[in-house]
């Protein structure tokens, strides 16, 4: 900031010197003199304001990461509590590509909550229905689904994987 003040001053006075040399009045020089100086200092005013600006937006971005870092921690408080609530219970089965492993979430004896894990399954087919599966495990309370037309080979691995979890 110093540096380009310093030198627009600069320029300012060596423009000063040239005129001086030159044929044209002391008034032209002056004037030329003080239309540097202005523009310096607009230069100047122009810089602090994009370094206010900068400085704003540091303070934004660290509020927005305070805010992240709490939402973190509540999610993970949540978690614990919910972990807390219930017991978990995993099984597996055969899916189409491979094993699909099925975690559920017990209160007592009733399904609270199951997630699916089908890394092997086709994304589109088996992949796509273990969502649809997690619902009605949780709906049905047990094994006893009907399925995702489509993905045959999954739903029985589901189904088998559920068996299995709640024959601990």
């Known amino acids: 900031m110093k540096k380009l003040t310093l030198m627009t001053a600069t320029a300012g006075v060596i423009l000063a010197l040239s005129a001086c040399a030159s044929?044209?009045?002391p008034e032209a020089t002056t004037?030329?003199?003080q239309?540097?100086?202005v523009a310096a200092e607009e230069t100047t005013a122009?810089?602090?304001e994009t370094t206010a600006a900068a400085e704003e937006t540091t303070v934004a971005a660290e509020e927005t990461t305070a805010a992240a870092e709490e939402t973190t921690a509540a999610a993970e408080e949540t978690t614990a509590a919910a972990e807390e609530e219930g017991t978990t219970l995993t099984g597996t089965g055969k899916g189409f590509g491979g094993d699909v492993t099925v975690t559920l979430t017990m209160d007592g004896d009733k399904?609270?909550?199951a997630s699916i894990e089908g890394k092997d399954e086709t994304p589109a087919v088996g992949?796509?229905?273990l969502e649809e599966l997690e619902k009605q495990i949780v709906e049905a309370g047990s094994d006893e689904i009907d399925g995702v037309s489509g993905a045959t080979l999954t739903s029985t691995g589901v189904k088998e994987a559920v068996k299995a979890a709640l024959a601990k």
């Open 23 to 25: 044929t044209s009045t």
């Open 31 to 33: 004037a030329a003199a």
């Open 35 to 37: 239309e540097t100086t």
């Open 46 to 48: 122009a810089a602090e």
């Open 111 to 113: 399904i609270v909550a």
């Open 127 to 129: 992949g796509a229905a």
